[in-house]
């Protein structure tokens, strides 16, 4: 992993960077890169409202503004944003706006490495619209110019499709901040966590998954 | 938010109506249905910050603490859901209603509120 000048994450909702990036970020964070967290949504059409339910529909904002707050202060960000869509609803912004918000904080931030979604890869809507407004704000970009694309794909064809991740992070020595970003994210990893504390064969699946490395996509424009 | 008390509903459905309110309505399998299980076909819907009127509300069924709304609306339209488990009234005066399935995730919602919802 080389330092980077600045590394942009750009995701549409609360704890996608907890899962499949935070090492990296953490790591990053360590080597003195400084890394923003753009995140689109505040996740408030999310279905986990506590296992029983300690949120409601309309508390899930702030539930989840706080929680992805503490996932920030874990991973060691400092410049966190929280643009505010509601979730579920980014694709159906005008043609053009989110690129024209990805272009701006380009512009702003000269990123020499972007995360984010790989268009068509990554199942939900809204990890969908992201990655096609990132794509797009790139490829406007003259070539000398854009940042380098490390993009995360899990839809189930991915393997098919794109081969092996050509990306991996190792993250050893970074399972137990991985584990605690996580577990900031309360209202979505409860059952999750617990699988993972576990002495299964499921929990030491899950720990390969999910502490071992970090997977993503290079992705060249044309 | 707590189990539905069905006169507790009732009242507070009663208490609502005929007024303007603004609701909102849901029906969720969640983003990932199909994904993690291809026999599942994605469905769902939500409805925010709809202004409606209603000359008639009320409750019904409660088997295995599952519940219907329906809202008899003033132009004779309706406004129905299945299927809600939880209520609450919160510290906004929302009046929510949440149907959480088997595993706790929320699968409907009805919520009534006489101000917006957050956008």
Known sequence: ?222 | MEKINREQVQELLNSYQDKKVYIHVEVTSGMYASHLDDQVFNTGMFLRNVPVNYTQGAIRGGGEGQYRVGLKLDNGGWVYVLGLTHFEVNENNEFIMHGFNYEGKLASALEISTKEFFK
């Open chain 1, 1 to 222: 992993m080389e330092k980077e000048r600045q590394v942009l994450v750009i995701f549409p909702h609360p704890d996608d960077e907890a899962f499949g990036v935070s090492g990296t970020m953490s790591r990053y964070v360590d080597m003195g890169v400084p890394v923003t967290y753009a995140c689109l949504t505040f996740g408030d059409m999310g279905r986990n409202l506590g296992y029983p339910p300690f949120a409601t529909r309309e508390s899930l904002h702030e539930i989840r503004k706080r929680e992805v707050e503490e996932s920030a202060r874990l991973i060691g960000l400092d410049d966190l944003r929280l643009l505010g869509y509601r979730d579920k609803t980014l694709e159906f912004e005008p043609p053009g706006h989110l690129k024209g918000v990805v272009r701006d904080m380009i512009d702003e931030l000269e990123p020499s490495r972007i995360i984010t979604f790989y268009p068509g890869y990554s199942v939900h809507p809204d990890h969908e619209a992201t990655a096609e407004a990132v794509i797009e704000a790139v490829s406007e970009m003259p070539a000398s110019e854009r940042p380098a694309l490390q993009l995360v794909a899990f839809s189930n064809n991915t393997l098919q499709d794109l081969g092996e991740p050509d990306i991996v992070v190792n993250i050893e020595g970074y399972e137990e901040r991985k584990e605690k970003i996580m577990a900031a994210h309360e209202s979505q990893t409860g059952p999750l966590l617990k699988t993972l504390a576990g002495n299964t064969q499921e929990s030491e699946a899950a720990r390969q998954m999910w502490m071992k490395n970090e997977t993503f996509y290079s992705y060249d424009i044309d």
